[in-house]
């Protein structure tokens, strides 16, 4: 099997910017493996937030060598966006080589559109305001929150769309204090959701604490192992399958998560569709779909995902899988 990374960059349609810092493109990871003279691939996205670069990552994958299987990933790589890139590019290969799709191969139903959540990121009132209102006609909307002075950007934002779903991310960007004061501002405004309130590593302050509106761990949960650590803090879970190490634990994680009655909200770094693609199966009746990076992005790939009324559409055979 051979193994081939690259590194591309799409720009993004504007700034980008959370609690954490701000963006103007995207860098990923596209990963090949090719067997047989059949070629499969699949995309990462390093995060800083989990101590990756493209450099690690890169050196993550090309010590690699041999024939690959996914049950193998388990014990070369940890969960991350190194195994996220092979493991979803080895399920492109088996699909290939069977002339079948995916989900065939998963024993899972064929997939429908999914309703996505559009991402608006963290600005001025004003501005998010603007943006929430030219995007006011998409049924569910993202908001990225994070600051102490939060109040003003959620009352705008609802203000230019009135009638939108609103769910929103912190980024681990609040205090245990500042997130009790703005909980019940939460449930005034309709907001469905809210992401990842505290630190991952102070996230104990939860226990116990209302949750008027649901919560949901994404820098919290990372796989099945992160499950333990959730109970009595969380509601839902985010799966991102560069957090899980690729779509087979992605799944896994959804039937262990559901079996222990949390939510399921599957979303995404910024990437291409071919990032999304492997996630759309994953999102099949979530709670919520945040795979939205391609609309936020000036240019994606060729057969990239379908976005509509209906929502993300499934990949066509040509991008994956």
């Known amino acids: 099997m051979q193994i081939d990374v690259t590194r591309d960059v799409f720009r993004l349609a504007q700034v980008f910017t959370i ?29 800083a937030r989990y101590d ?34 092979l493991d979803c590019a080895i399920w492109d290969l088996e699909a290939k080589r069977a002339g079948r799709r995916v989900w065939e191969l998963a024993g899972l139903p064929a997939p429908v559109p ?7 990121s963290l600005d001025t009132p004003e501005t998010m305001q603007a943006q929430a209102a030219k995007h006011a006609h998409r049924p569910l909307l993202k908001i990225k ?12 934002v609802r203000r230019g769309a009135p009638q939108a779903k609103i769910i929103v991310d912190a980024n681990e960007g609040w205090s245990a204090a500042v997130y009790a004061d703005l909980a019940p501002h939460l449930v005034r405004l309709g907001v469905a959701l809210v992401e990842q309130p505290l630190p991952a590593g102070d996230d ?20 099945r192992a992160s499950l333990p650590k959730l109970k009595g803090k969380y509601d839902v879970v985010n799966i991102k399958l560069d957090k899980t190490g690729g779509l087979t634990e992605a799944l896994a994680l959804r039937e262990a998560a559901r079996a222990q ?5 599957v979303g995404c770094m910024i990437g291409s569709s071919l990032a999304m ?18 609309l936020l992005l000036a240019e994606d790939r060729e057969d990239a995902l379908i976005f509509d009324a209906a929502g993300v559409h499934p990949p066509r055979p040509e991008l994956w899988g």
């Open 19 to 47: 609690s954490r810092g701000s963006r103007t493109e995207a860098k990923v990871l596209t990963v090949r493996v090719t067997d047989g003279g059949v070629t499969g691939w699949g995309e990462c996205v390093p995060y």
């Open 52 to 85: 990756e670069t493209l450099e690690s990552v890169t050196a993550q994958i090309e010590g690699l060598s041999g024939d690959l299987t996914r049950a193998a990933l388990y014990d070369l790589l940890p969960a991350g966006a190194a195994r996220n890139a």
């Open 114 to 120: 999914e309703i996505t959540a559009y991402t608006l």
């Open 145 to 156: 929150l994070g600051t102490p002075d939060d109040m003003p950007r959620l009352e705008a």
């Open 204 to 223: 104990e302050a939860l226990i116990g604490m209302a949750r008027p509106v649901p919560v949901c761990a994404d820098e919290s949960c990372h796989d």
């Open 261 to 265: 009655g949390y939510g399921i909200m």
């Open 277 to 294: 693609a492997p996630a759309v199966l994953v999102a099949q009746g979530a709670m919520v779909t945040d795979l939205d990076g391609p």
